[in-house]
C-alpha cells in the first residue's frame, strides 16, 4: 500500500509535467519504488523484463534519460562509474566503501559546508548527489573482521 502511494505520486508528478504514463515509464517507476534506490539499469530491466518481457533495456534506458529530464529520476554513480537510480523525492549522500564495497546514505545536507565553501572560494557549483564518496568504512578502516552476508 504504502509503495503503491508512493508510485501513484510518482506518476503524478509525470503527468503533472505533461508526459503521458507509458507501459514502460510505468512499470520503471514501479520497479524504482519497489526495487529500493540503489538499482543499475540492467537491475531495473530485469525487474521490469518479470512481467514486461517485451521491454528491452534500450527502452530502460531511453525512459530513464526522458524521466531525468523532467526531474522524476536522478543517478549517482557509486564507486567507479557505476549509475544507479534514484526517485528525486528521495535523495540523500552516498559513502562507498572502497574495500567492502558497502553503500552508506547520510542525508543530503552532509556536503552542504562543502558546498560552501567551494562556491565561495572557487565559484564551483557541486552536484553533491551525482557522486559518492569513497573511503573505508568504520569496520574496514578498524580492521575489525566485517559481518558475514545474512
Ligand atoms: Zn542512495
Ligand atoms: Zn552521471
Ligand atoms: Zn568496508
Do not use: W
Amino acid at each position: 500500500m504504502e509503495s503503491e502511494a508512493r508510485l501513484e505520486e510518482t506518476l503524478g508528478l509525470v503527468r503533472g509535467r505533461g508526459f503521458r504514463i507509458t507501459t514502460a515509464r510505468r512499470a520503471v517507476l514501479q520497479a524504482l519504488v519497489l526495487g529500493g534506490s540503489h538499482m543499475t539499469a540492467e537491475d531495473l530491466a530485469a525487474m521490469v523484463q518479470k512481467s514486461h518481457p517485451d521491454i528491452h533495456l534500450s527502452t530502460i534506458y531511453r525512459t530513464l534519460e526522458s524521466m531525468e529530464e523532467i526531474d522524476i529520476v536522478d543517478h549517482v554513480h557509486l564507486g567507479h562509474g557505476r549509475a544507479v537510480y534514484h526517485l528525486t523525492t528521495d535523495t540523500h549522500q552516498h559513502l562507498v566503501c572502497e574495500v567492502c564495497g558497502s553503500v552508506l546514505e547520510t542525508p543530503s545536507r552532509t556536503f552542504e559546508q562543502l558546498a560552501i565553501d567551494l562556491r565561495s572560494a572557487y565559484g564551483f557549483e557541486l552536484r553533491t548527489h551525482h557522486f559518492a564518496v569513497l573511503g573505508r568504512c568504520k569496520i574496514c578502516s578498524t580492521g575489525a573482521t566485517p559481518p558475514a552476508n545474512p
